[in-house]
């Protein structure tokens, strides 16, 4: 109930096979190893990304089936992640000590494999951001360099146009006086 829920809101649309186990009585052990197993027997593309081994709150004596030796070395060898979330926060068993995360809850562990949408988005937001001013920050540069250039440049022009002028200048006035000798 409280898992799916928190999972949903966070992040729809995730995919949840379900492997529906006793979680206590006679059957409880078998049945979580048979569990454990199966999933870890699919291919590598259909297996979960983690493994959830949840049950609501209970009292000490109905959580044998997480403090058998059995389940816990299942749990430890597991090839994919295991989350035990058994019980409510005061509730510790064996499952729990060997998981590659312990939840205190199965709500808690919702909120632990699943990201919140709105936390990834404001992560990208912020990231999108920092990237948007280092962009600004390397475009103001290669506008300073351009623009340094470009006065550069301008210099260079403005100084081989004065030369021209002269050059020119001097052109003109050789041959005024060319003219004017020969008409003498």
Do not use: C
């Amino acid at each position: 109930g409280d898992f799916l829920r928190i999972v949903n809101n966070r992040w729809g649309g995730i995919e949840i096979l379900f492997s529906h186990v006793h979680v206590q009585g006679r059957e409880a052990v078998s049945e979580i190893l048979s569990a454990l197993s199966a999933f870890s027997a699919l291919s590598a593309s259909d297996r979960p990304d983690a493994i959830v081994l949840t049950r609501g709150g209970g009292g000490l004596e109905d959580l044998h089936a997480f403090n058998d030796e059995q389940v816990a070395r299942a749990v430890y060898q597991s090839v994919i992640p295991v989350v035990v979330a058994v019980g409510h926060e005061r509730d510790e068993s064996l499952a729990d000590y060997v998981a590659d995360v312990r939840a205190s809850t199965p709500s808690n562990a919702a909120e632990r494999i699943v990201p919140s949408r709105a936390d990834v988005k404001y992560e990208l937001d912020m990231m999108l951001t920092h990237n948007e001013q280092q962009l600004q920050f390397v475009m103001d540069e290669y506008r300073t360099a351009a623009d340094k250039i470009a006065t550069r440049v301008g210099h260079i022009l403005e100084r081989e146009r004065d030369r021209l002028i002269t050059i020119r200048t001097r052109l003109h006035d050789q041959a005024l006086d060319r003219r004017a000798r020969s008409r003498r």
